[in-house]
């Protein structure tokens, strides 16, 4: 679906590599044996690098599936669609939340939906997806405590120093 809708709308994708070094080779091999699109990117994963993060704050539209890189990026205010095309109700978001334009989550969706979804996003503003999506995705990510780490941080640094 993702790389007929990518072809249809002049989209280029970029697919963030999920392997280790070890493995590169066969997670590569495999995209370009099955995927035609020209504009076609491939992110190998480095963690030196956050390259996974890389991608998708490069991205208009993020495509994963159940994702805590997924989750984290929608917190930060990135459009992203969540997908679950199997019977699984693992790869469904948590607690209810797979209801709303940034998931699918069917085995039966068809590409007419989906090229629909995908098109609903991108039509968005930046602030119309935060309107609708700033509750919900501040929950993935929540802090136990209201104080900020750099305060934290401060806070321990300035008590080391002084009983120095």
């Not at 044996?33 to 076609?40: G, K, M």
């Not at 995908?118 to 119309?128: A, F, K, N, R, S």
């Amino acid at each position: 679906f993702l790389e007929a809708y990518c072809k249809e709308n002049n989209k280029s994708l970029i697919v963030a590599g999920a392997c280790k070094e070890w493995s590169f080779s066969y997670e590569y091999r495999f995209l370009m044996e099955n995927l035609t699109i020209d504009r076609l990117t491939f992110a190998p994963n480095d963690d030196n690098n956050f390259s996974s993060y890389r991608a998708m704050e490069g991205s208009i539209v993020t495509v994963t599936t159940n994702s805590t890189l997924g989750y984290e990026c929608m917190a930060a205010g990135s459009k992203v669609l969540f997908c679950n095309f199997s019977n699984d109700k693992y790869y469904d978001m948590p607690d209810g939340k797979s209801h709303g334009p940034w998931a699918l989550s069917n085995p039966d969706v068809t590409y007419s939906e989906f090229s629909k979804r995908l098109d609903l996003l991108y039509g968005m503003t930046d602030c119309q997806w935060l309107d609708l999506t700033r509750c919900i995705g501040q929950e993935f990510v929540q802090i136990a405590d209201d104080s900020m780490p750099q305060d934290i941080l401060a806070n321990e640094i300035k008590s080391g120093l002084e009983n120095y």
